[in-house]
């Protein structure tokens, strides 16, 4: 997978936030400006600490209840849903392509 892909789908390269406030969530190892100060965000935690994955595409539980439940709350629900399906769409490419 892509470096700048994160572990949920996220391509980080497409923030504007990326480089400038953030090095990306595989590079921050999850710790993103976003997450809890010194915690993994929750999807990182869940993906790469607890479950030892990859990336979330490797789960079959893809999408979850974690990454449903983290959400920008600047959306509305079509577009975090959009979000979700892109990131998932992203994710089963990837392990297609590795």
């Not at 997978?1 to 969530?25: A, P, R």
Request: include cysteine; aromatic fraction near 6%; glycine fraction near 10%.
């Amino acid at each position: 997978m892509k470096e700048n892909i994160s572990c949920c789908g996220t391509d980080c390269s497409s923030c504007n936030l990326y480089g400038n406030m953030c090095i990306g969530c595989n590079e921050a190892r999850g710790k993103v400006f976003h997450a809890p100060e010194g915690k993994e965000c929750p999807i990182y935690y869940c993906s790469r600490v607890k479950n030892g994955l990859n990336s979330c595409g490797e789960c079959d539980k893809l999408p979850c209840e974690t990454i449903l439940g983290t959400r920008d709350p600047s959306l509305t629900e079509e577009e975090f849903l959009k979000t979700v399906e892109d990131r998932v769409n992203r994710l089963k490419e990837g392990i297609h392509n590795v």
